[in-house]
């Protein structure tokens, strides 16, 4: 029995999938590095990003906010 | 949270019918640990990909497309459901059969799927233009109608081009007026439908109250436009 996700789970082909997610974080003021690499890490929420980001938190910071505990924070 | 039960509406087909026996032993085992509950758990997902194979076999004589993965797409929906049910395990009460309880999973997950699938070789516009859409379409009965819902329209345009933050109208637009099923929205921000849910009744109830500051009320546009 297998969970991966398979052609008929996903909704797009993984580089348009990243293209659609850097273009929302670009437009939302991420500067493009770091759209870049929190577009291709699905680890990253962008709904909640968005709404810190709509909230008046700089986009940074947003992303140190919600990295995932196994990233390391001086990263961000 | 409390979790709800899904109230079960559709009996399983005939051939994933248990006996009430049956469905108490296979719920101790799939609570239970070892062997048992290995085998409990094969049996679960096989009467939960004869659900997704029934669901999407059903999908598919009104979707051609769907038939060329009809086996990924039930393989899939059936994955997901036994994950889904195995996580609500213990806020099943007991109010229907278990079978019946599960067999929901299967049917919410299939239908997920299958929206999914529909968006698969699409792209979500980069640039959403859902605003387009309201325009005039001269439904309203009178000329008087007409001139109202223009004037509703025009101001729902602009409530939610001045009245919503960006990202309340990067979802609504998306989901309401582009049609872009909320699971597909959802996968690709990388959240869950429960987030977006809120954002869109946040967003909802911002142009209400917007509309309404206007002295506005969308409700009087549904009663000139319904014949």
Same mark, same amino acid.
């Given at each position: 029995?297998?969970?991966?996700? !398979?052609?008929?789970?996903?909704?797009? !082909?993984?580089?348009?999938?990243?293209?659609?997610?850097?273009?929302? *974080? *670009?437009?939302?003021?991420?500067?493009?590095?770091?759209?870049?690499?929190?577009?291709?890490?699905?680890?990253?929420?962008?709904?909640?990003?968005?709404?810190?980001?709509?909230?008046?938190?700089?986009?940074?910071?947003?992303?140190?906010?919600?990295?995932?505990?196994?990233?390391?924070?001086?990263?961000? | 949270?409390?979790?709800?039960?899904?109230?079960?509406?559709?009996?399983?087909?005939?051939?994933?019918?248990?006996?009430?026996?049956?469905?108490?032993?296979?719920?101790?085992?799939?609570?239970?640990?070892?062997?048992?509950?290995?085998?409990? +758990?094969?049996?679960?997902?096989?009467?939960?990909?004869?659900?997704?194979?029934?669901? +999407?076999?059903?999908?598919?004589?009104?979707?051609?497309?769907?038939?060329?993965?009809?086996?990924?797409?039930?393989?899939?929906?059936?994955?997901?459901?036994?994950?889904?049910?195995?996580?609500?395990?213990?806020?099943?009460?007991?109010?229907?059969?278990?079978? /019946?309880?599960?067999?929901?999973?299967?049917?919410?997950?299939?239908?997920?799927?299958?929206?999914?699938?529909?968006?698969?070789?699409?792209?979500?516009?980069?640039?959403?233009?859902?605003?387009?859409?309201?325009?005039?379409?001269?439904?309203?009965?009178?000329?008087?109608?007409?001139?109202?819902?223009?004037?509703?329209?025009?101001?729902? @345009?602009?409530?939610?081009?001045?009245?919503?933050?960006?990202?309340?109208?990067?979802?609504?637009?998306? +989901?309401?007026?582009?049609?872009?099923?909320?699971?597909?929205?959802?996968? @690709?921000?990388? /959240?869950?439908?429960?987030?977006?849910?809120?954002?869109?009744?946040?967003?909802?109830?911002?142009?209400?109250?917007?509309?309404?500051?206007?002295?506005?009320?969308? /409700?009087?546009?549904?009663?000139?436009? /319904?014949?």
């Amino acid at each position: 029995m297998s969970f991966r996700p !398979t052609a008929a789970g996903r909704s797009g !082909t993984p580089a348009a999938v990243e293209r659609w997610r850097r273009a929302q *974080l *670009l437009e939302a003021g991420f500067d493009a590095q770091l759209a870049r690499r929190l577009a291709e890490d699905g680890r990253w929420d962008l709904h909640r990003l968005l709404e810190l980001v709509d909230r008046g938190c700089p986009p940074a910071l947003a992303a140190r906010i919600l990295a995932p505990l196994e990233v390391d924070p001086q990263r961000w | 949270m409390v979790s709800r039960e899904p109230t079960p509406t559709v009996a399983p087909p005939a051939v994933g019918r248990v006996g009430a026996d049956r469905d108490a032993d296979l719920l101790a085992a799939l609570r239970g640990s070892g062997p048992a509950h290995d085998r409990a +758990v094969a049996e679960l997902h096989a009467l939960l990909l004869r659900a997704a194979r029934y669901e +999407v076999r059903r999908a598919a004589t009104h979707r051609p497309q769907v038939r060329e993965a009809l086996e990924d797409i039930a393989q899939h929906s059936a994955d997901d459901a036994l994950v889904a049910v195995l996580a609500k395990l213990d806020t099943f009460r007991g109010e229907s059969r278990f079978t /019946t309880w599960a067999y929901k999973f299967a049917i919410l997950e299939t239908a997920v799927a299958l929206r999914r699938h529909a968006w698969q070789d699409r792209e979500i516009p980069l640039e959403f233009d859902g605003l387009r859409h309201l325009r005039d379409t001269g439904a309203a009965a009178s000329p008087g109608g007409r001139a109202q819902t223009r004037e509703l329209l025009g101001a729902v @345009r602009e409530a939610i081009e001045s009245a919503l933050t960006a990202h309340q109208r990067r979802v609504l637009v998306a +989901v309401t007026l582009d049609g872009v099923p909320i699971d597909v929205v959802a996968e @690709r921000l990388g /959240t869950t439908r429960g987030a977006l849910y809120k954002t869109l009744h946040d967003a909802r109830r911002r142009l209400r109250e917007e509309l309404a500051a206007r002295g506005l009320d969308p /409700t009087a546009m549904d009663a000139e436009t /319904t014949p």
